[in-house]
């Protein structure tokens, strides 16, 4: 079993940063590529950006290309998401996901294994 704890939440104004954090304690950690989900009230839990196992290769939903950078550190066990120029439209509740395999693609379907608890974030205007 996997668990995923997440942290770095808070409340930050508009045009601020935030990086969030998601520890894992598995001892295979670079066995899966990592993710994270956001999800605000009344509306799905939408990807926002992934790495392979390796760290090499990166993706991101169009809303955060850019501001929004992901990285791993697999001597740690920990997934990062460095969070710049923040808006009050990325306000939600932020999730750490494992990916069932090392690599994501954008081309077929992604299977979460394990999800964190989720760390909120809250971005004033």
């Known amino acids: 079993q996997v668990q995923l704890v997440e942290s770095g939440g808070g409340l930050v104004q508009a045009g601020g940063s935030l990086r969030l954090s998601c520890a894992a304690s598995?001892?295979?950690?670079?066995?899966?590529?990592m993710g994270w989900f956001r999800q605000a009230p009344g509306t799905e839990r939408d990807f926002v950006a992934a790495i392979n196992w390796l760290g090499a290769a990166t993706y991101y939903a169009d809303s955060v290309q850019g501001r929004f950078a992901i990285s791993r550190d697999n001597a740690k066990n920990t997934v990062y998401l460095q969070m710049n120029s923040l808006k009050p439209e990325d306000t939600a509740l932020y999730y750490c996901?494992?990916?069932?395999?090392?690599?994501?693609?954008?081309?077929?379907?992604?299977?979460?294994?394990?999800w964190g608890q989720g760390t909120q974030v809250t971005v004033s205007s």
């Open positions: 996901a494992a990916f069932r395999d090392r690599y994501y693609s954008r081309t077929r379907q992604n299977l979460v294994d394990y």
């Open positions: 598995v001892r295979t950690f670079s066995n899966y590529a």
